[in-house]
């Protein structure tokens, strides 16, 4: 495990950047904390390491559910489950379709999915502080997890 303060959201950008530099293959990633601790901002730091194309404005995927941004030869996959009530729904928007190798699956509001035991490489929460500064922890599972954590820092 891994916690680091991030004190404005151009830190916790810098710090999605940085994991999306070192991500080198497929990996699934739970992000979870209340609305506005800085989830989204993660992803667009790591959208940003990962090189997707600056024409694409990475936001929250409240509406659409599933946003696809190509990254090389990956696809970020960027899910916002806020909406869903059941992991019934998960075909309907999907989500089978999305799993592979070069899959970046980054996935906000994951609860439904741990539900139903869906393994997830690495874990981040967000927290606010005090100060509304952020704390966020990071967990891995497993090799390709515990590989990228081990290269994660501001
Ligand atoms: N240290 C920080 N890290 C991240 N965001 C910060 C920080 N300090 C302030 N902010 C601000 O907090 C907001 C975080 O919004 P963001 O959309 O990233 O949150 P979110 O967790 O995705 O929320 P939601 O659950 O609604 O999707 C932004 O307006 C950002 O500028
Ligand atoms: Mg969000």
Redesign the pocket.
Known sequence: MKIIE????Q??FKLGEAAGKKITRGICIALQ?E???????FVQGLGKGLGVSEKYYIT?P?FNIINEYPAGVFTLCHL?LYRLESADELEGIGFDDIYGDNHIIVV?WPEILKHISFEFDIEIN?KFDAQY??IISVFASGQPGSNLLSKLSL
């Not at 991030?6 to 959201?9: A, E, F, Q």
């Open positions: 991030s004190k404005s959201s830190q916790t904390g609305l506005g601790t800085g989830k989204t901002t929250s409240t916002d906000e967000f500064n952020r």
